[in-house]
């Protein structure tokens, strides 16, 4: 009786103590809202939920060692994580870490850590301890490596001085100098990681503002990232990050001092709103955080309806987010460029790693101002006379052409040199076509994405485009769109770029076919400029942005001095750039739809551009906005319309009124020889003009100058992907099959061809092929005897036959996929010829075959559009004989004839 008595009198006077500790940190707490309430810091609040937490905690302990003195020796309790740096938010978690040393059994101190454990669950504290032992926390596990991190962010706060000494001053400063290059590598791959799962940008419309890129985490792995830099260095002070006194005071930049704090605020914010550790800014929480002005100075926090507040709009406020999250991104990048990869990463493209290599063994022109070293791109110091070239236009713009080709990462201290001489740099920029040559070289890399985002983050972007100003961090608020604005262009430039590389998945084999279409576009550089320009516009925000984003890269064309084929081919690319989705909500099989939508586009060339423009246009509105149904839909209004414009495409001939402009704009180029210029144009199909530039026509033109010299004229255009060659000549039977022929013998695949003709007998044929057997890559003293092989072929100086005779016994590879041998004609879509299109397996020689069969059955090819879609050969000729469209008879002749043909060749 007595023995119940006794305990019945101390369990009053614990719960009493338990008590009195609740409620003062209940008190705290709701103390420490208030103050965030009336405007106190993001860093005060955090700081103060830490230190009432030390108190409980710290209270707890005592009760606990007075209850069960096997807590008094060989055993101590951290504060790691967020709590360690003394960064505990309103709702996150508190992580202890019972550190004890070899001889205290784990059994014996089991319950009394479980009822502290339950008292601070009974506080509302949504608790996380671990109990360790010193040699295990002194052994780095990189299964386990967040343990490891958590310990970088650590203090003590109570328990036996003695353990916490050894652990804190010997062994985990050992252990961290001895594996702090390993923790590094694993913390750079695991932020990798963690990264990809937001696209690796911070241009989520609703983003965890805790671990998005350019988050709350990326600033730690900023600090631990220094932590561990000094601890690979020897550091033999206590590695907690700041020497736990929080992240704000290890701030060494302003910039990123100011996003912190922002974050800090956001975070807390985000906190007091849902009651629960939730760091989604989603439209509600953005329209709440607006309207009482969080991170935007002392602010009045009300709990009521946005519309009832006070404040900034949403959209103004997140983009105020997003540079913040910029600042982060950046400083991290600087951080992470120290730490060697682990392995190899898969990113780089052949043609990327190529580049690189290039750079490194100095093939390409050599680095003015600047070197390669390591993966980083750095600027040479500033020499008498020189000066400096972080102030040269020239020099920093070549410095990103080579990012954008490598991949490289610009130095550190290079990155700050640019960022200091901006204003010397905006003083110094010239504008006209060596600007746009350096614009060519970025765009067209391979990393271009990269590069631009890195140019937008040191206002370099801006500087040559001011255009780009109003659509930064620009917020479109609606439930489609993923990313702001500007990184919805720059995510469109990086799946252009993906198209040219080999993609796996529900959507590989989508990106395969459109990526046939962008290796077919002939100005691709056009093609991109208009992307990074289509949606500037939307800064006005005057309802049509279509039509604004036109008006201002009218503005860019001009400064870059672009001619006018090129402007309009750009600039009827933004104007258009919603046409296309447009179409796709009609019915693409109505043929008024796809005649009016090949009204707007006009051109093959234009409609390829477009294509590809909106299937990326797509993808970049989210992951998931471009389903394999809308791909397919998409292709077919490319198929439907290309075919449209293919069957029309000799309907127009030069010399008639609609084709005037086009004339005059290539007599611009030489205006002393206009008749010359204009009796050269007569009687070619209008599309010759419309997919050619001014001076591709200029030269032309010249080469059929030198006809009485030479009667066979050759121009031809080497690429590591796809080369082209155009022939200039009398007109003659079997001309367009000998030249088929003379590529066909060299191993050359024909990818596409067209042919034209003007009233004075005189055709432009072209032909785009790679070099499936890499004879002209491999050797480039070849390329002179190739182009001197072609011309003796087509001059008669050596047989086409016989050329194709090697080529003839090498052993055909089975096709992956059979395609029948079909030809249609149709009579009424020209009313000048007979359209012929042949589908057939696509083998080398064939185009040969088909020309040589036109030409023996006396087919005069007025127009040649040939096209490869995989193994699968579509070509269209207009045909005619005697000047006359062909009969029932001739063609049913022609079919039977064009069968039996491809029949040898492909059997």
Request: hydrophobic share 40%; charged share 25%; glycine share 8%.
């Amino acid at each position: 009786m007595l023995e119940v008595q006794s305990v019945n009198k101390t369990m009053p006077e614990n719960e009493s103590t338990n008590d009195g500790l609740r409620e003062e940190y209940q008190r705290q707490m709701l103390a420490i809202r208030g103050a965030f309430e009336a405007g106190a810091t993001g860093a005060a609040t955090i700081a103060g939920r830490s230190s009432a937490m030390d108190d409980l905690i710290i209270g707890l302990w005592k009760q606990a060692v007075a209850e069960s003195p096997v807590l008094g020796q060989g055993i101590t309790v951290l504060a790691v994580g967020g709590y360690g740096r003394r960064e505990l938010f309103p709702q996150s978690d508190v992580d202890l870490l019972y550190l004890i040393d070899a001889k205290v059994s784990e059994a014996e101190i089991k319950k009394p850590i479980r009822k502290i454990s339950q008292a601070l669950w009974d506080c509302g504290v949504q608790l996380s301890p671990a109990t360790r032992k010193r040699s295990e926390a002194e052994r780095f596990d990189p299964e386990n490596a967040e343990f490891t991190l958590s310990l970088l962010d650590q203090r003590m706060l109570a328990g036996d001085m003695a353990v916490y000494e050894r652990f804190a001053n010997i062994g985990l400063p050992k252990m961290l100098e001895r594996e702090s290059q390993a923790l590094a590598t694993v913390l750079v791959e695991l932020t990798r990681e963690r990264h990809a799962k937001y696209g690796d940008t911070p241009f989520h419309l609703e983003p965890s503002m805790k671990d998005c890129p350019g988050g709350l985490r990326d600033v730690h792995v900023c600090a631990w990232l220094k932590t561990l830099a000094n601890a690979g260095r020897g550091a033999t002070k206590s590695p907690g990050t700041c020497d736990g006194k929080g992240m704000m005071a290890c701030l060494d930049h302003e910039e990123f001092s100011k996003a912190v704090e922002f974050l800090f605020m956001v975070r807390c914010f985000l906190h007091y709103r849902h009651d629960r550790d939730d760091n989604t800014l989603d439209w509600q929480a953005q329209d709440a955080a607006a309207a009482a002005a969080i991170g935007l100075g002392p602010q009045r926090m009300q709990w009521a309806e946005p519309s009832a507040m006070e404040g900034v709009e949403a959209a103004y406020w997140m983009r105020l987010y997003f540079r913040h999250a910029r600042s982060v991104e950046r400083r991290l990048a600087q951080r992470m460029e120290s730490v060697p990869e682990h392995k190899p990463t898969n990113r780089w493209t052949a043609t990327a790693r190529a580049a690189f290599a290039k750079v490194r063994r100095g093939a390409e022109s050599p680095l003015v101002g600047c070197r390669v070293e390591g993966g980083r791109v750095i600027l040479d110091g500033v020499t008498e006379g020189i000066g400096d070239p972080a102030q040269d236009p020239d020099v920093v713009l070549q410095v990103f052409g080579v990012i954008a080709k490598t991949g490289c990462r610009l130095d550190r201290a290079s990155e700050e040199r640019i960022s200091q001489a901006l204003p010397l740099l905006s003083a110094h920029l010239e504008e006209g076509p060596a600007l746009w040559r350096h614009l060519q070289e970025i765009l067209l890399g391979p990393f271009a994405g990269k590069t631009l985002r890195a140019m937008h983050a040191l206002g370099i972007l801006e500087l040559l485009m001011p255009e780009f100003h109003g659509i930064d961090a620009l917020v479109i608020r609606d439930a489609y769109h993923r990313y702001t604005v500007d990184e919805h262009t720059m995510v469109l430039i990086d799946t252009l770029h993906a198209l040219e590389q080999k993609q796996t998945g529900p959507m590989g084999v989508w990106a395969e076919r459109f990526g046939g279409i962008l290796r077919d576009v002939q100005h691709r550089e056009l093609l991109y400029l208009a992307a990074l320009l289509h949606d500037t516009g939307k800064g006005r925000n005057t309802g049509d942005h279509a039509l604004e984003s036109a008006q201002m890269a009218e503005h860019v064309a001009g400064r870059l001095v672009l001619d006018a084929y090129e402007s309009g081919l750009m600039l009827g690319l933004i104007h258009n750039h919603l046409e296309m989705s447009a179409a796709l909500r009609r019915d693409i099989f109505d043929l008024e739809t796809v005649r009016a939508f090949a009204g707007k586009v006009q051109t093959l060339e234009a409609l390829r551009m477009l294509t590809v423009f909106t299937y990326a246009d797509i993808h970049a509105v989210h992951p998931d906005a471009l389903t394999p149904w809308k791909a397919e839909n998409l292709w077919r209004l490319y198929l439907s319309t290309a075919s449209y414009l293919d069957r029309s495409v000799d309907d127009e001939r030069v010399g008639t009124r609609i084709g005037r402009d086009l004339v005059n704009r290539v007599v611009a180029q030489i205006p002393d020889k206009r008749a010359e210029v204009e009796a050269f144009l007569e009687g070619f199909p209008e599309r010759y003009l419309r997919t050619r530039t001014p001076d591709q026509v200029r030269m032309h033109f010249e080469m059929a100058q030198r006809l009485d010299e030479d009667p066979v004229q050759i121009l031809f255009r080497y690429a590591q992907g796809t080369s082209e060659i155009t022939l200039l000549a009398k007109d003659r039977p079997q001309l367009f099959a000998d030249m088929a022929g003379a590529l066909a013998a060299w191993g050359m695949n024909i990818v596409t061809a067209d042919a034209f003709s003007n009233v004075q007998g005189v055709v432009v044929d072209n032909f785009r092929f790679t070099d499936q057997f890499r004879t002209l890559e491999m050797n480039a003293s070849e390329h002179e005897r190739f182009v001197a092989s072609v011309h003796d072929a087509m001059a008669g100086k050596q047989a086409v036959e016989k050329l194709l005779n090697g080529r003839r016994r090498g052993r055909k590879k089975a096709p992956k996929v059979v395609v029948e041998a079909r030809v249609d004609f149709d009579d009424e879509v020209s009313s000048h010829s007979t359209l012929l299109q042949v589908v057939a397996q696509d083998v080398p020689g064939l185009l040969r075959a088909i020309s040589l069969t036109l030409a023996e059955q006396g087919c005069n090819i007025e127009v040649a559009l040939v096209d490869t879609e995989g193994e699968t050969a579509i070509d269209v000729f207009y045909i005619t004989r005697d000047g006359a469209k062909l009969d029932a008879a001739e063609q049913k002749e022609l079919r039977k004839a064009l069968l039996a043909a491809m029949k040898a060749y492909v059997v």
